[in-house]
């Protein structure tokens, strides 16, 4: 029977490709890290592609892997010295540009894990914008990954 192998290659197909909101909004380079096997926070990285004329905004996240998600960045203080804060108005997303939510400046934090994040699993999250709506994503946990310093080179945060 053909139908059988056929559905679960767009299954498969389905699930390898970048989320995307009508159209306007990709998620791609997603990824999800916790800094050991007995925190209780864990952050989320990814790049935000909007294709389409009209800027938008991520203004919160969700997922049952936690109590709650925050938006965060790093901003230096008086003194010289990085610290962590919430971002309020949400992380903007510019018409025909990207945003990039990186370690060391804009990520989702996840508070209260409600298990540890295990290298390879899945994270289902719900991304919320204020114009494209939500946006379900699967993120992939990621305990060995590095950062990439020069992200910020390879995708045009202007628009």
Known sequence: MLLR????????AAIALPAMAEGTLTISDAYARSSGS???SGAAFMVIENSGAE????????????QRIELHT??????????????EDGIAVPAGGSSILMRG???????????PFEHGATVPVTLVFENAGEIEVEIEVDLERKP????????????
């Open 148 to 159: 990439m310093h020069d992200q910020s080179e390879m995708h045009d945060q202007s628009g």
């Open 74 to 87: 790093h901003l230096e203080d008086a003194n010289g010295v990085m610290r962590m804060i919430e971002v």
């Open 55 to 66: 800027a938008d905004r991520l203004i919160a996240a969700s997922s049952d892997a936690a």
């Open 105 to 115: 400046g804009d990520h989702l934090m996840f508070m209260g894990l409600t298990e």
């Open 38 to 40: 007995f925190a209780k």
């Open 5 to 12: 192998p056929i559905l679960f290659s767009i299954a498969v």
